[in-house]
Structures are given as C-alpha cells and as structure tokens.
C-alpha cells in the first residue's frame, strides 16, 4: 500500500503539486494510524489473565483503573480495556470457560470470537481440556491463538527456597517441557507455549511471545501494537524507532503544503505543529511521558526520580508546549547544522526530489529526525536503568 502512495506522491512532486502530495501523505498516514487491533486474553479462573491485561497497559494491579485482580476477584463478564496509548487497541479480559455454565459452542457465540484479532490462552499450570476446546475452536476459524504459561516467577522462586543453586533455565526447561508434553496429549503436536511473568513482562519469554506475534500480524496492525507495547526490551525500543522513523517521510511531505513559521534562532521555516505532533507520538510510544515514566517506576520499583536521572533530551518527562518546542528549535540550532543532513537527504526517496524545492521540508525532516533519535536514545538508557 505505502508504495502505491509514494507513487502518487512522486508523481505530484514532479508537477510541482505540493498540495496533492501533502493530501496523499496525509491521506496515508491516516490509514496507518486508524487501526484497530482486538485482544482476547483467556483461559481458565485464576490462571493471570487480568494481570496480563494490566501488564499489557503498562499498568501494576493496584492502579486505579486497572483490570480487577486477585484470588478473589474472578471476572464473570467479558470486559473491554481501552490500551492507554492508543484508544484503537482493546483488550478483552474474557471469562474463563471454566468459570461459566457455558459449552463451548455458547461459550463462542456469547464472547463473539470473532471479533478479535488474536487470542492469548493464559493458564498458571498445565493446559487443560478447556484451554484445548478452545485453541481448536479458534483454529477452525483461522485465527491465531498463543499459549501463555503464566506466573512463571512463582516457579523459579520456590523451586529455589527447596535448591538455591537451582538454574533458572533449568526451571524454564521442565515447565515448557511438561506443558507441550501434555498439550501433546491434548492433539496439539508442536504447541508454542511462551512462559511468562505478568508483574515483569522484560523478563522470561514475553520477547519470544511479541517476536512470534510481530510475525503473525499484517503490517499496520502490527505497527500500531508495536508502539503501544511497553518497552520490553532494547529490541523493542530499536523497532519502535524504525517504525516511528518510516513515518517521518510523510510527515514531511503533509508539512510543505501547510505554514511554515521562522523560529528566532533557527535558519528556516518550519511547521511547529507538526514537529509538536510527532514529538509527542515519540515520548508516548517510547514511553517517556511524566505518566508513562511514573508507571514503569510501580511495575519495576525503581524510583521516578532515578528513572528520570537517564534522560538527556528536554522533550521527554514534561508537558510538551508550542512554546517549548520553539525553545527548542533555537537550543538545537548548532547540533541540526552540524548534522548537515541536507546532503545526505538527496538520496532518501521522495525527499530527495524535496531539497529543491522546499527548504523547510527539509529542515522538518531534519527536526524530526534528530527528535527521534535523541528520545530513543532516552529510552534505552531509562530501560537499562528499569531493568537494571
Ligand atoms: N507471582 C505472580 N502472580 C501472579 C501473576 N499473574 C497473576 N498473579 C496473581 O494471581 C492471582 C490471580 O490473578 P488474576 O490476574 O486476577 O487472574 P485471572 O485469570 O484474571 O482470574 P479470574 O478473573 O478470577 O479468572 C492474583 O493474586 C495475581 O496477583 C504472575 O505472573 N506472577
Ligand atoms: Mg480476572
């Protein structure tokens, strides 16, 4: 789809349509970001699947507004979280099919199967008939389902009160060989079973989970999961920064047909509402808001102060402002000249035909770039430090 676009944006550049090529760039930047992405979390009563919800968002159980968890706290109805980040991706924390006087056949009709996009099957042990039930169902209707073996932090601390010399892939080795033993028995001949702890989704196989996933997913639905995902790894961080980075082009293409305004300081017009816009997609997605930082401090324990001790750029942590982002033009003026990107830019599809044409395109592909790349490197350092 993107390449059917920059076509049509080339061929507008060449006529010298600015505005058409803005439209088209605008016109595929909407559809990549408007889509929506449906979760169904499962499994039987008690096995973690609220926790995982939660995990998902980003979020400790305690939060307000998180899903209800604990030994107690059974979820009877099926019911919809809203991803913080990004309204389009819902998780659904759907009841156990143990825990409901449903067969399997209602069980389907009622939670509307067909609605999600992907299913997690999450048990705290084994997997068992009813998990099978419904891994089979789902099969038959050609979606995909991934088994998560929850709680997996549970195993390797008491496995090393008994042993303390116990090595954690040892642990790791036995549960996955004993769930795919017995998902065996269950007609399930080469199972994926992802081990997981749902209070430190960085650690165990939640990489393993995401990797197999990114794979499964078509390619928006992908992104937009992608950049709502909590940064789980230095991996995770390295694509959100590509992905944030394929967006630049476009951005820069809707830029040239709008006002570009001169910003004391800075050698050429810009568009601040633009740079504003993409700086805040940035500091969401990598995670890097006042909020954001404040809930991997609960997840992690590491305190906000020294999460926030890791970041350089002064776009992440606070409220991002118009006024803000001129006062940072003006302070980024040297280090955006000496990056002299503008040579480099002849050679970057469709920007390249922009260095004639519109100067201030370029200095916002210029901005954009460097805002990305300053935050990413943010990123990594915050989550070596959430993890260290
Ligand atoms: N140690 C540990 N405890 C977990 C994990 N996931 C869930 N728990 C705990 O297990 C209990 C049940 O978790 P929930 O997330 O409420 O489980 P659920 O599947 O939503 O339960 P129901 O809604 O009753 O079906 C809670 O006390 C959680 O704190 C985990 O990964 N590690
Ligand atoms: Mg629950």
């Known amino acids: 789809m993107a390449d059917q676009y920059e076509?049509?944006?080339?061929?507008?550049?060449?006529?010298?349509?600015l505005a058409k090529a803005a439209e088209m760039a605008q016109k595929?930047?909407?559809?990549?970001?408007?889509?929506?992405?449906?979760?169904?979390?499962?499994g039987e009563s008690g096995s973690g699947k609220s926790t995982l919800v939660n995990a998902l968002r980003g979020i400790k159980n305690k939060t307000e507004g998180a899903a209800k968890t604990g030994v107690k706290?059974?979820?009877?109805?099926?019911?919809?979280?809203?991803?913080?980040?990004?309204?389009?991706?819902?998780?659904?924390?759907?009841?156990?099919?143990?825990?409901?006087?449903?067969?399997?056949?209602?069980y389907i009709k009622e939670m509307e199967f067909e609605k999600y996009d992907?299913?997690?099957?999450?048990?705290?042990?084994?997997?068992?008939?009813?998990?099978a039930k419904l891994a089979k169902e789902i099969q038959k209707m050609n979606k995909k389902f991934y088994f998560v073996r929850s709680k997996i932090d549970q195993n390797i601390t008491s496995e090393?009160?008994?042993?303390?010399?116990?090595?954690?892939?040892?642990?790791?080795?036995?549960?996955?060989?004993?769930?795919?033993?017995?998902?065996?028995?269950?007609?399930?001949?080469?199972?994926?079973?992802?081990?997981?702890?749902?209070f430190r989704l960085p650690?165990?196989?939640?990489?393993?989970?995401?990797?197999?996933?990114?794979e499964d997913l078509p390619k928006h639905q992908r992104d937009v999961l992608l950049l709502a995902l909590p940064n789980i790894s230095l991996d995770v961080i390295e694509q959100k920064k590509e992905t944030l980075a394929s967006r630049i082009k476009w951005l820069t293409v809707?830029?040239?047909?709008?006002?570009?305004?001169?910003v004391p300081g800075f050698s050429c017009a810009v568009d601040i509402?633009?740079?504003?816009?993409?700086?805040?997609?940035?500091?969401?997605?990598?995670?890097?808001?006042?909020?954001?930082?404040?809930?991997?401090?609960?997840?992690?324990?590491?305190s906000l102060e020294d999460l926030k001790a890791e970041i350089k750029s002064p776009l992440a942590g606070t409220e991002i402002t118009k006024d803000l982002i001129i006062k940072f033009l003006a302070s980024s003026a040297t280090v955006l000249g000496e990056m002299a990107i503008e040579e480099g830019l002849r050679f970057v599809p469709i920007i390249g035909t922009l260095v004639a044409m519109s100067l201030s395109g370029v200095a916002t592909y210029s901005v954009l770039t460097y805002i990305l790349n300053s935050l990413t490197e943010d990123a990594q350092q915050v989550f070596k430090r959430s993890v260290g």
Do not use: M
Request: charged letters at 30%; proline letters at 3%; one cysteine or more.
């Open 203 to 214: 650690l165990y196989e939640f990489n393993d989970l995401w990797k197999t996933l990114e």
């Open 254 to 262: 809707t830029s040239v047909a709008g006002a570009a305004v001169l």
């Open 118 to 131: 992907f299913f997690i099957i999450v048990s705290n042990d084994r997997f068992r008939e009813n998990d």
């Open 73 to 106: 706290e059974t979820t009877t109805e099926r019911t919809e979280y809203p991803h913080p980040k990004n309204n389009n991706i819902r998780i659904w924390d759907l009841p156990g099919i143990g825990t409901v006087k449903f067969t399997a056949d209602k």
């Open 273 to 302: 509402q633009i740079i504003l816009g993409f700086a805040v997609y940035c500091v969401v997605s990598l995670g890097l808001t006042h909020n954001l930082l404040q809930k991997l401090s609960d997840v992690s324990g590491v």
């Open 7 to 17: 076509e049509g944006i080339k061929a507008a550049l060449q006529n010298r349509d």
């Open 28 to 42: 595929y930047l909407d559809k990549s970001y408007n889509v929506r992405v449906n979760i169904g979390i499962t």
């Open 160 to 198: 090393k009160e008994e042993d303390p010399n116990t090595k954690e892939e040892k642990v790791l080795k036995e549960v996955k060989n004993y769930c795919t033993e017995e998902l065996k028995k269950l007609d399930f001949e080469s199972p994926k079973i992802f081990l997981v702890s749902g």
